[in-house]
């Protein structure tokens, strides 16, 4: 009997153990895969919004995958079972106190002519993108992310 209680002992310190140790490991894989999933939608949206003109026959098929993807990803996004990490995570990535992604610059998501010259701290960084992300998605209620000129807080930034 006592042999018993002490396997069980055992077992339950080692259970208690391995949650300790696996929960920061399981945080950070989410906070990991949401960072991924952003930049998915950032690639989405500039792909689409390269498209997104064209109502060429020959480009329909390319547009419309694009759009997909795109559509799809924001769904994921605004509708999926994670919504709730999303949104916390974009509160912490642009809360009053968050400096991790300010520095972070040349992020497009929308289309950018490749033969034109972009310079790097002129594009919006990854804290102006979550905001927007955020703002459009969430604050908005949008089913698409916001062109730069209807952001608020990207009006005469110079940005595009």
């Known amino acids: 009997m006592k042999k018993q209680f002490l396997s069980i002992s055992a077992l339950i310190v080692m259970m208690i153990g391995l949650i300790i140790f696996i929960e920061p490991i399981m945080a950070q894989t989410s906070k990991r895969d949401i960072k991924i ?10 792909n689409y919004d390269a498209y997104r003109e064209f109502n060429q026959h020959e480009y329909a098929e390319v547009k419309e995958g694009h759009r ?12 999926g079972p994670n ?3 999303y949104i916390q995570f974009l509160d912490e990535a642009t809360g009053k106190d968050s400096l991790e992604y300010k520095n972070q610059i040349g992020m497009h998501y929308t289309y950018a002519n490749p ?4 310079r790097r701290k ?8 979550l905001k927007v992300v955020k703002y459009s998605l969430f ?5 698409e992310l916001l062109l730069p000129n209807d952001v608020p807080f990207l009006k005469g930034t110079g940005k595009y």
């Open 139 to 143: 604050t908005m209620d949008k089913d």
């Open 122 to 129: 002129n594009m919006t960084n990854m804290f102006e993108y």
């Open 115 to 118: 033969i034109m010259v972009h």
């Open 83 to 85: 919504r709730d990490l």
């Open 68 to 79: 997909k993807k795109y559509i799809d990803q924001i769904d994921k996004i605004k509708r």
């Open 37 to 46: 999933d952003l930049h998915r939608l950032r690639v989405y949206s500039a």
